[in-house]
């Protein structure tokens, strides 16, 4: 296992479940909505409803939530293969507190027997596809660099040794 592809499947898993789920769990009893978009044609009735001149007219701006590692994971995990994408889906989105790991392996050796035949088989599959994710998130992050115009750490250290 890569402990950064880790973090970033974390962050990505966030993301994940709070746009599947339209809010987030502030606790274990208490669940945030996210309410709607502004641009939306639910926000747009609302509007007119209340009418758009008014001042008061209740707006809220969601930002975009792929944001670095999430979106970096997310671009990554774009071509793989399928049962990477369901490994990385009960992995990162479904919280531990809902379904312990043991119950997530067992579903995934139902849904791909030929594949994940043991723990070992499961364990040998993350680590490819965290293998896999950082090759390609490396390469998605240097060009979010590039574009950005901040400087390739590799480059710079080329640069100045």
């Known amino acids: 296992m890569i402990d950064w592809v880790e973090g970033c499947g974390k962050v990505w898993g966030g993301v994940k479940r709070r746009i599947a789920a339209g809010g987030y769990f502030r606790d274990e009893d208490s669940f945030h909505v996210d309410g709607y978009a502004t641009r939306s044609h639910i926000a747009k009735l609302w509007e007119e409803r209340d009418g758009a001149a008014h001042a008061g007219v209740r707006k809220q701006h969601l930002h ?39 119950s997530k392996r067992d579903l995934l050796r139902q849904q791909f027997p030929r594949i994940l035949r043991s723990d070992d088989a499961y364990y040998d599959e993350l680590h490819a596809m965290h293998c896999y994710l950082s090759g390609r998130m490396e390469s998605f992050l240097d060009k979010l660099r590039r574009n950005a115009g901040e400087p390739n750490p590799e480059l710079a250290r080329q640069r100045r040794g």
């Open 64 to 102: 975009e939530v792929f944001t670095g590692e999430a979106l970096a994971f997310e671009a990554a995990i774009t071509g793989a293969r399928e049962h990477w994408h369901w490994l990385a889906y009960t992995r990162y989105v479904i919280p531990s507190s809902r379904m312990h790991a043991k």
